[in-house]
């Protein structure tokens, strides 16, 4: 089936520190990529969609110059944390669109994300 | 806006038996795909089943079942034969025609020795 990297799967830091977190699509080519932000014991929260070669489309409410997105190519977009502080600390999962409508989404499994 | 309700958030069951999660959304589009994720404690995202909304037959994989009723709007979720490796977080999704998922609240399922 289809698989999708993300990397790093834990990352503690420093607050003030900028963080990258890279989502990979390994035997597909996916135009567009999604983020997601999940707090425990909660469902997953659409940060934004990311689409290759274009500027992302951020959700209401989600600061675009906190979090960045590059979607370079049609198997990797990358979401940087910029300037993180405690308040960023979360899981955030990616997931990539296969464009098959009976399985839009592969999810990867997800980056834990702590700042000191 | 479209809108995905899941009103139960834990739920428990003994081991082997049956037990339905519920899930309602709420949506102007006529054809559009639905979806039961499961999320165990590792925290990666598993599909469990779907369902294509313009097909009245509801889907099956093994122990898992859908009961779909589209003019109501609700797409609960049957395990059967509970195991405890069911034990999870599930998410009912809607994917919309924008390409984006749509999930509910979710539902913290408690399988019991």
């Known amino acids: 089936?289809?698989?999708?990297?993300?990397?790093?799967?834990?990352?503690?830091?420093?607050?003030?520190?900028?963080?990258?977190?890279?989502?990979?699509?390994l035997d597909f080519q996916a135009t567009t990529m999604f983020w997601y932000r999940q707090f425990p014991k909660q469902s997953l929260m659409l940060m934004a969609t990311s689409n290759e070669g274009s500027k992302a489309t951020y959700e209401q409410g989600v600061e675009k110059d906190k979090f960045l997105i590059n979607h370079a190519s049609l198997?990797?977009?990358t979401l940087t944390v910029t300037s993180a502080h405690?308040?960023?600390?979360?899981?955030?999962i990616c997931s990539a669109d296969r464009g098959s409508a009976n399985q839009p989404q592969h999810f990867g499994d997800g980056t834990r994300l702590s700042i000191l | 806006a479209q809108t995905v309700t899941q009103s139960q958030p834990e739920m428990s069951v003994q081991e082997a038996e049956t037990?339905?999660?519920?899930c309602t959304y709420d949506t102007s589009e006529s054809n559009y795909?639905?979806?039961?994720?499961k999320q165990p404690p590792s925290r990666?995202?598993?599909?469990?089943?779907?369902?294509?909304?313009?097909?009245?037959q509801n889907a099956t994989e093994n122990r898992f079942s859908v009961n779909f009723q589209k003019a109501a709007k609700s797409f609960s979720l049957k395990i059967s034969d509970s195991q405890l490796g069911d034990t999870a977080m599930y998410f009912c999704a809607f994917h919309n025609q924008g390409g984006k998922l749509i999930f509910g609240q979710g539902t913290e399922l408690s399988v019991k020795p």
Do not use: N
């Not at chain 2, 037990?19 to 519920?22: E, K």
């Not at chain 2, 089943?49 to 097909?55: D, T, V």
């Open chain 1, 1 to 25: 089936g289809a698989v999708v990297s993300q990397h790093p799967s834990w990352v503690i830091c420093k607050s003030g520190t900028s963080v990258k977190i890279e989502c990979r699509s």
């Open chain 1, 75 to 77: 198997t990797l977009s």
């Open chain 1, 86 to 92: 405690p308040e960023d600390s979360s899981f955030y």
């Open chain 2, 19 to 22: 037990v339905t999660l519920s």
């Open chain 2, 33 to 37: 795909y639905l979806f039961w994720y």
């Open chain 2, 44 to 56: 990666q995202m598993i599909l469990v089943i779907r369902q294509e909304a313009y097909k009245q």
